[in-house]
Nanobody, 122 residues
Framework: QVQLVESGGGSVQAGGSLRLSCAAS????????MAWFRQAQGKEREFVAA????????YYADSVKGRFTISRDNAKNTVYLQMNSLNPEDTAVYYC???????????????WGQGTQVTVSS
């Protein structure tokens, strides 16, 4: 069974940085499409970042473009989300998602992690 386990969340002050990790089991990163989403309290889950169809480039929500970077280490079967210049609006639970089909920004990814909390204080 596919498992995605996020880690690296925490509390930081505005302007700080965090790096989230998503360790994938029974998922080959070169085969599955990976993405990050987030859900703030009382709001709907939203797209944050994903690899493109080729898997080489990242695509980002406008709200995080230029501040967040998605990357992966195939040898470790792990996907990362480097988050810089964090602001309180980035406070949310961050989820890793995987699918054998290209889902891009869609919420219909087949597999999801349990999420990791990121809290940014002003």
């Amino acid at each position: 069974q596919v498992q995605l386990v996020e880690s690296g969340g925490g509390s930081v002050q505005a302007g700080g940085s965090l790096r989230l990790s998503c360790a994938a089991s029974r998922v080959t990163l070169g085969v599955y499409y990976m993405a990050w989403f987030r859900q703030a309290q009382g709001k709907e889950r939203e797209f944050v970042a994903a690899f493109g169809r080729s898997g080489d480039s990242g695509y980002y929500a406008d709200s995080v473009k230029g501040r967040f970077t998605i990357s992966r280490d195939n040898a470790k079967n792990t996907v990362y989300l480097q988050m810089n210049s964090l602001n309180p609006e980035d406070t949310a639970v961050y989820y890793c998602a995987a699918d054998p089909l290209f889902k891009y920004t869609s919420l219909s990814y087949e597999y999801w992690g349990q999420g990791t909390q990121v809290t940014v204080s002003s």
